[in-house]
């Protein structure tokens, strides 16, 4: 069993940052991908950004040029810097990982953390 736990939320004015972090109970290294996801009232769970395992990186056109997500397999946790925050931001962020044994490809998720832009 794979647990992922998020923190880093808060409340911001806009044009801040914040950081989320992603702390993973096994080797971040094992996991053939990892995302950030979000969900704000009302609205479906959007994919946010990737991190495959070979470090190859993927953002939604909403937050390209203002958030980057990282790794640190040393630490086994993921990362998201959040810039330049925008009120449409506010969400729920939640963690994601992919694990493959065999031919099965298991995905586990966070409990989220909440994200809250002021403007």
């Known amino acids: 069993q794979v647990q992922l736990v998020e923190s880093g939320g808060g409340l911001v004015q806009a044009g801040w940052s914040l950081r989320l972090s992603c702390a993973a109970s096994?080797?971040?290294?094992?996991?053939?991908?990892m995302g950030w996801f979000r969900q704000a009232p009302g609205k479906q769970r959007e994919l946010v950004a990737t991190i495959r395992h070979s470090s190859s990186t993927a953002y939604a056109d909403s937050v390209k040029g203002r958030f980057t997500i990282s790794r640190d397999d040393a630490k086994d946790t993921m990362y998201l810097q959040m810039n330049s925050l925008k009120p449409d931001d506010t969400a729920v962020y939640y963690c994601n990982a992919a694990l493959v044994s065999g031919a099965r490809t298991s995905a586990y998720w966070g409990q989220g953390t909440q994200v809250t832009v002021s403007s």
């Open positions: 096994r080797s971040t290294f094992s996991f053939v991908a």
